[in-house]
């Protein structure tokens, strides 16, 4: 089913809506605020819904809006008036959350995930690419080119509250014809400046309930022990973001009654992998186990996800995570104080594969661990890449 890419709402088949292509003048339009979470400016806009007498295949006339606003129109989401890609409604549409605390490495993995799915999809004769010129625009101007050319650290994603934030709009990435249907993966790049806040609520935040999956990361550099042991083996980070298990929480507020899938990752998995180096120690135990599934990468390999290796993956994190005195979160994810258990699956990612040095990025350059997972579990179900 086709979703609108903003709100994340399924866009039913009795209900549409347009604006002008191109409106001579502009006015706020009270909906699409409303649920952007800022003032937004439209042209006119009209609807219709399903006449009660319609047939079964019932679809509005083609000049139908052009009639209404007096010339080209373009369609919009009828629930929050986000202007829609041509022909999005006979897609398929997969909409992710990214969500944590600030620091954690979301932009940085978004930036890396786009590329890996670009290249995983080049070994299957599929092209990925942006859906829209606003997110060819923000993905090359927010994350291609400081990282992947100036070679430095991604910012954290601004506030929602924060004049000209780019995270209001969603990043939407056309992935491919998949038994017949065009598939479109659409994700929002949360702040966890916003999360840690815990002030989120309303319209504007109601996506994360409507959402196929969120995906959460978890930094180890934020446990004491960890840092400790890390501190001559890898840079520590300057900054410093939220407890995870307090934004996690508010995550788990926001999604309510909701039903999306919950994937928990482990990042900047690399800082881990550098306990091997430490002798005498349990961790350095543990992250020399050859055997174990966080020790090797299946995930760009041109065959379907491996649920085998997912699972032995999900358990080995669970367990890192307990040692990582993650524990009560864990237990939270098992039995949420909303009552509503979400789906859910552990992972860990590396997106960068070495630890940064300073604001630039380390001499080997980007050497990503498992960043493919996480996407391909959810949408394994559907049978997409």
Avoid at 24 to 39: C, I, M, P, V, W
Avoid at 54 to 61: I, L, M, Y
Wanted: net charge negative; glycine share 8%.
């Amino acid at each position: 089913m086709s979703k609108c890419p903003r709100c994340f709402n399924p866009l039913e088949s009795n209900w549409f809506a347009w604006t002008e292509a191109k409106p001579a003048t502009l006015e706020n339009d009270e909906r699409a605020s409303a649920f952007s979470g800022r003032q937004v400016r439209m042209g006119k806009t009209c609807e219709l819904q399903r006449p009660q007498d319609a047939a079964p295949n019932w679809v509005p006339e083609p000049q139908w809006p052009e009639t209404q606003l007096g010339g080209p129109a373009v369609e919009i989401c009828p629930i929050c008036h986000y202007v829609l890609p041509p022909m999005w409604r006979w897609g398929a549409t997969t909409c992710l959350v990214m969500a944590g605390a600030r620091a954690t490495g979301k932009t940085v993995y978004i930036a890396v995930l786009i590329k890996q799915l670009q290249m995983h999809a080049e070994r299957m004769n599929i092209v990925v690419e942006p859906a829209n010129a606003e997110t060819a625009e923000q993905y090359e101007n927010f994350y291609e080119t400081p990282l992947f050319e100036e070679r430095g650290i991604l910012g954290s994603t601004p506030s929602a509250s924060t004049e000209g934030s780019h995270q209001h709009e969603p990043l939407i990435f056309s992935i491919g014809v998949w038994n017949g249907v065009k598939h479109y993966l659409a994700i929002r790049d949360v702040a966890g400046e916003d999360l840690e806040n815990a002030n989120v609520e309303g319209l504007p935040w109601q996506f994360f309930a409507a959402a196929d999956a969120v995906l959460f990361m978890f930094d180890p550099l934020k446990v004491d022990e960890i840092r400790h042991q890390l501190q001559d083996l890898v840079p520590m980070p300057s900054h410093h973001g939220g407890d995870p298990r307090t934004v996690l929480r508010t995550v788990m507020r926001l999604l309510g009654q909701g039903n999306p899938k919950l994937a928990v990752i482990l990042s900047k998995f690399d800082a881990l992998q550098a306990l091997q180096g430490v002798r005498g120690s349990d961790w350095g135990r543990i992250m020399n186990n050859a055997g174990a599934a966080f020790s090797r990468d299946p995930s760009l390999r041109p065959a379907p996800y491996d649920e085998e290796d997912g699972q032995r993956l999900d358990a080995e994190v669970s367990s890192l995570l307990q040692k990582l005195d993650a524990g009560p979160m864990i237990k939270n994810l098992e039995n949420p104080a909303t009552g509503q258990r979400y789906t859910n699956r552990f992972f860990a990612v590396s997106a960068l594969g070495e630890s940064p040095v300073g604001a630039r990025l380390h001499a080997n350059g980007i050497t990503p661990f498992r960043c493919m997972d996480p996407v391909r579990w959810v949408l394994a179900d559907q049978g997409v890449l």
